[in-house]
């Protein structure tokens, strides 16, 4: 299987308060044909990595890292191209509808 998905030195901090780390260094792969579930306590970070990857992050918030999906670094796409993909290319579906 390839990978689709990866994610290098994921950082997630407040902008207001850059030293405060929400997610820290969040590092994986996924590949073409798994199911991936991301698992963790409350607060951990879960939801803000899966926001991050989306490219929905509060405005409140800034990210760092790399978010590659299939050979493109999406982090540096602008919201009309991240909305193409959203959804159509990739998903996340919440514990809480």
């Known amino acids: 299987m390839s990978e ?3 994610i290098n ?6 902008k207001n308060d850059p030293n405060r780390f929400l997610v820290k260094n969040a590092a994986f ?4 044909g798994k199911t991936t579930c991301i698992v ?6 879960k939801s803000l990595t899966a ?3 989306m490219g929905l992050l509060s405005k409140q918030l800034q990210s760092s890292g790399s978010v590659v999906f ?3 670094d999406i982090t540096q796409l602008d919201n009309k191209a991240l909305q193409s993909i959203r959804g159509a290319k990739i998903g996340m579906i919440f ?3």
């Open 51 to 53: 926001l991050t990857i």
């Open 4 to 6: 689709i998905l990866t």
């Open 40 to 45: 963790g306590e409350s607060g951990s970070g």
């Open 95 to 97: 514990q809480e509808p």
């Open 29 to 32: 792969s996924l590949s073409s």
């Open 70 to 72: 299939k050979g493109q």
């Open 9 to 14: 030195n994921l950082n997630v901090t407040p």
